[in-house]
C-alpha cells in the first residue's frame, strides 16, 4: 500500500523560503516518479516539480530558477526546497507517485500541506 506524507508547509512573507518534504512508503527503488502539485480554490491540480523514473527533473515554468526538487531513492523521500516565495505561490501542495514513472496522472497522493505567502 502506497502512502505518501507532506510535512513543512506554513505561512512566509514574499521573498521568504519554506522547504517541503515527503516520506514515501510501500515504493520500491525509483521505477516510480515523485513530484509536487498544487492547488487553489477553484483551480485545477498543478505539477509543480517532478523527478521521473530516470531522474530527470520537471519544473513548471513559473518556478523554474525558484524552486529545486530532490530525490532520495534509498530513503524513498523527495523534497522541494522553494525560494523567493510569491503571493501567487500560495496553495495546498501535495506530494504524488504513479507508477507510470512521469507523475503524468498520478494515483497515489498525500494529505496535502499549505503555503501561505503573504505581500
Known amino acids: 500500500q502506497v502512502q505518501l506524507v507532506e510535512s513543512g508547509g506554513g505561512s512566509v512573507q514574499a521573498g521568504g523560503s519554506l522547504r517541503l518534504s515527503c516520506a514515501a512508503s510501500?515504493?520500491?527503488?525509483?521505477?516510480?516518479?515523485l513530484g509536487w502539485f498544487r492547488q487553489t480554490p477553484g483551480k485545477e491540480r498543478e505539477r509543480v516539480a517532478s523527478?521521473?523514473?530516470?531522474?530527470?527533473?520537471y519544473y513548471k515554468d513559473s518556478v523554474r530558477g525558484r524552486f529545486t526538487i530532490s530525490r532520495d531513492n534509498s530513503e524513498n523521500t523527495v523534497s522541494l526546497q522553494m525560494n523567493d516565495l510569491k503571493p501567487e505561490d500560495t496553495a495546498m501542495y501535495y506530494c504524488?507517485?504513479?507508477?507510470?514513472?512521469?507523475?503524468?496522472?498520478?494515483?497515489?497522493w498525500g494529505q496535502g500541506t499549505q503555503v501561505i505567502v503573504s505581500s
Open positions: 510501500g515504493i520500491t527503488g525509483s521505477r516510480y516518479c
Open positions: 504524488a507517485t504513479d507508477e507510470g514513472g512521469y507523475c503524468l496522472r498520478p494515483n497515489f
Open positions: 523527478v521521473d523514473r530516470y531522474g530527470s527533473s
